[in-house]
T-cell receptor
């Protein structure tokens, strides 16, 4: 148990669907992240929330919309995705401090866009 | 832009062989470095980390890594691997709150 949970673990959706991925951390951290993990590619940082404010948005298409209602929860809302968006989406959390602490990862949501 | 390179994409070893996985980062200033491991079907978890001080860092399960500033490298080592070390290994760097990951190295240890 990592202290970071993600639901659902698997998701199949059509290109016209709207769905949401959920992440919850039970570690008392104040920073949360969304990553995309595709085969044979580096983990791609998508969004960073620090103290519930979005501090990083790495040129992610608008069909991905994050939401961080509080420091323990993070959502990724999905809308009109493309087949190339199929990947493992990982959530992570860390504690904002100096030096920066390591990230704790959830198990991921395996997304397939048909 | 900062980046992390892992040169070995797939490594196959027999049990008891020695392991060294390469990792190079691109930024020359102060940077924090990490190795993460992802066992089959499990989440990414921290193996070891380097912030400052002794450049030889010891992590869990007998792994260690050496920070060589002149080579921009942070290679992961283990003197004798076990079948249970079969996993994917990711090198990562962090600077100014931004994390950068390598593409990963899949290690397959044959019993």
């Amino acid at each position: 148990e990592t202290g970071v949970t993600q639901t659902p673990r698997h998701l199949v959706m059509g290109m016209t669907n709207k769905k949401s991925l959920k992440c919850e951390q039970h570690l008392g951290h104040n920073a949360m992240y969304w990553y995309k993990q595709s085969a044979k590619k580096p983990l791609e940082l998508m969004f960073v929330y620090s103290l519930e404010e979005r501090v990083e948005n790495n040129s992610v298409p608008s069909r991905f919309s994050p939401e961080c209602p509080n420091s323990s929860h993070l959502f990724l809302h999905l809308h009109t995705l493309q087949p190339e968006d199929s990947a493992l989406y990982l959530c992570a959390s860390s504690q904002e401090r100096t030096p920066k602490g390591e990230q704790y990862f959830g198990p991921g949501t395996r997304l397939t866009v048909t | 832009a900062q980046s992390v390179s892992q040169h070995n994409h797939h490594v196959i070893l027999s049990e008891a062989a020695s392991l060294e996985l390469g990792c190079n980062y691109s930024y020359g200033g102060t940077v924090n470095l990490f190795w993460y491991v992802q066992y089959p079907g499990q989440h990414l978890q921290l193996l070891l980390k380097y912030f400052s001080g002794d450049p030889l860092v010891k992590g869990i399960k007998g792994f260690e890594a050496e920070f060589i500033k002149s080579k921009f490298s942070f290679n992961l080592r283990k003197p004798s691997v076990q079948w249970s070390d079969t996993a994917e290994y990711f090198c990562a760097s962090e600077r100014w709150g931004k994390f950068y990951f390598g593409s990963g190295t899949k290690l397959n240890v044959k019993p």
